[in-house]
């Protein structure tokens, strides 16, 4: 299903099937190009299909942005141990909603995906982790595996070649971390979801101790339109150092929430204002989340002439991420807003690493007081020297996440956080409760 | 201890998902789906499950309190999820959520006397482009309306 209406301004290649009737089905899946890009693998060298997702210029979509075609080149293809080709299906990020699309209207895309990475680096089997509040998801991916193996798209010598893969479902139960990808292999190993010390990398060392392809389900959603189309053309979509598109999950104060797929450099204000139809209310926008909430928060100044790319969004300090952009109207207290996301990652930490552990716990405390109207002045430079002191102190970024948003607000919304002092109320309160 | 002929076809199934010697991965996933089928995880469930993918009880107690959606304690019969987190935030889940507790009576992580609905305050539930947004058990609301929440609420107590 469909929960916002398209725009006219998208770009559809990982979403062209959404609305086709049956659009989850095997038969649409073939009868609109599906497994082609299979077919076409099969016939080529592996290093040629990694060639081709390097030309591309895809970079994850799971956060960090990390070039694939990259990653894949890192794993051990001739070690003698099995590989593995893990999909991170978590979707955690607060804010973000569109692996949740890929899933539910265009499952065999992301199979395809995952066997054209099987082929890249010699992988014979693959699991897709899906966060244990998406049930239904699972229902809709074990339908479509099922699919696959009926038409031989997976299984044992797969459309007559001596090739081979397996996919397989795991649902998670709850746990933001598990979406860490060393976490998320720890999981999956039926342990606690706490990160692993890297290097090694998961492409030597990751699911079940082996070489281990991990990405973002967008990611993997992304690979069939490449090696169909070819890489070149998939790069002249975006920007000159990120290819293609990129599902945008708009949240908050706009008038056309939705999730749509943009071009990567795709204009801020063009986003907001004619995909977003602009900030509800005819109010002005006051803060900006460009990818999720571990991102760090932008002012409406720093929006100005900004485009929706890996490297514009590294020069402001801040990062794409996941694609859950958080829009906030001029009425949005910031501290409620640094609370909120805060409490987050106290609940989310896992305990494992102490300056994040009990950072984030310290901070939410402080926050807390603030937002009561007990805040004290000397409290406004500790959140961010608590912050700082979190950085880089982790075996895993969640540390990081939780630190980077709240130095940001602290920073650049001082005076809200001066407007909480000595027992005054929040000046916003009134707000937000008729909001 | 018996289980229904569509969970144990899921165990089946779970038990070879995993390379050979590798059994303990289908542990969290029997975990939950068993809880779905019989309400929460007890001593008698996490013994099975322990036995079936070769670990010891303590093995699985440790790991089952690491995730939040396994529970020792039965949740109500429909389970209300209601998210706050930012993009509910701005939108209206905190009302919600307020809403939902002053209606039933009951707070965070708590059942109604009757055992019918239980309610707790989440994290991002993945549906925040269509918020405020909420699940009962694993279905989803979208774009919930206090009023919607009203209507909800009561539909959830009249099927007892
Ligand atoms: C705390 C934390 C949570 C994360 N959650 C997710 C998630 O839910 N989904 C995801 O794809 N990546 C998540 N990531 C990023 C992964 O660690 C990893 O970088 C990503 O899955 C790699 O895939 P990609 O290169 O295709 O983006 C998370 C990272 C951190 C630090
Ligand atoms: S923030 Fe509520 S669903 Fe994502």
Not at chain 2, 124 to 142: R, T
Request: overall charge neutral.
């Amino acid at each position: 299903m469909l929960y916002n209406p398209p725009s006219p301004l998208e770009t559809k290649v990982l979403t062209r099937r959404f609305g086709l009737p049956n659009s989850a089905a095997v038969d649409t899946y073939l009868a609109t190009d599906g497994y082609k890009a299979f077919k076409k693998a099969l016939e080529m060298k592996p290093d040629a299909i990694i060639e081709e997702v390097k030309v591309s210029n895809l970079r994850g979509r799971g956060g960090a942005g990390f070039p694939a075609g990259m990653k894949w080149s890192f794993v051990p293809r001739n070690s003698p141990k099995p590989k593995y080709i893990v999909v991170n299906a978590d979707e955690s990020e607060p804010g973000t909603c569109k692996d949740r699309l890929l899933m539910e209207n265009d499952p065999h895309q992301l199979i395809e995906g995952m066997l054209i990475a099987g082929l890249a680096v010699d992988a014979h089997a693959g699991y897709i982790y899906v966060r244990g509040e998406y049930r239904y998801l699972i229902e809709i991916l074990d339908k479509a595996i099922a699919e696959a193996y009926d038409k031989g798209y997976l299984g044992k010598n797969l459309q007559g070649s001596n090739f081979s893969f397996d996919a397989y479902t795991h649902s998670g139960a709850g746990a933001y971390e598990c979406g860490e990808e060393s976490a998320l292999l720890e999981s999956l190993e039926g342990k606690r979801g706490i990160p692993r010390i890297r290097p090694p990398f998961p492409a030597v060392v990751g699911a079940f101790q082996c070489p281990t392809i991990l990405n973002n389900v967008e990611t993997y959603c992304a690979v069939p339109p490449i090696l169909r189309d070819g890489g070149a053309a998939f790069a002249a979509l975006g920007v000159p150092k990120a290819g293609g598109t990129k599902l945008t999950c708009l949240t908050g104060h706009v008038n056309k929430p939705g999730v749509y797929e943009l071009p990567l450099g795709f204009p801020v204000d063009r986003m907001i204002n004619e995909v977003g139809g602009g900030i509800r209310g005819g109010k002005k926008l006051k803060a900006f989340i460009p990818g999720g909430s571990s991102c760090p928060v932008l002012t409406a100044a720093e929006c100005e002439g900004l485009t929706m790319d890996y490297d514009a969004m590294a020069k402001k300090k801040t990062m794409l991420g996941s694609g859950g952009v958080v829009i906030m109207d001029e009425d949005t207290c910031m501290v409620k807003v640094a609370l909120r996301i805060m409490r987050f990652y106290a609940h989310e930490s896992c305990g494992w690493c102490i300056p994040c552990r009990e950072g984030t716990t310290w901070i939410r405390k402080i926050l807390t007081r603030f937002h009561d109207g007990m805040g004290r002045k000397d409290d406004i430079n500790l959140l961010g020297d608590l912050a700082k002191n979190m950085l880089g102190r982790t075996f895993c970024p969640l540390g990081d996440a939780a630190a980077l948003p709240t130095i940001s607000i602290v920073e650049k919304f001082r005076e809200e956080f001066e407007a909480h002092l000595d027992g005054k109320p929040c000046p916003y309160e009134k707000e937000l409760v008729t909001a | 201890m018996t289980f229904s002929p569509e969970l144990e076809a899921k165990f089946a199934r779970l038990l070879t998902s995993y390379p050979p010697g590798r059994q303990r991965s289908a542990m969290v996933p029997m975990l939950l789906y068993a809880q779905d089928e019989i309400g929460s995880i007890t001593q008698e469930l996490v013994e099975e499950v322990a036995r079936r993918v070769g670990v010891t009880p303590m093995q699985v107690e440790e790991v089952l309190s690491y995730y939040s959606m396994l529970h020792r304690k039965p949740l109500g019969k429909y389970h209300v999820q209601i998210c706050t987190n930012i993009s509910c935030l701005l939108t209206g889940g905190e009302q919600l959520w307020q809403r939902a507790c002053g209606k039933l009576g009951i707070g965070h992580k708590e059942a109604t006397a009757d055992g019918q609905i239980s309610l707790e305050e989440v994290e991002c539930i993945g549906a925040c482009s269509w918020a405020p947004a909420l699940q009962v058990n694993y279905d989803f609301h979208h774009k919930v309306t206090p009023e919607q929440l009203d209507q909800l609420l009561d539909s959830l107590r009249k099927t007892h």
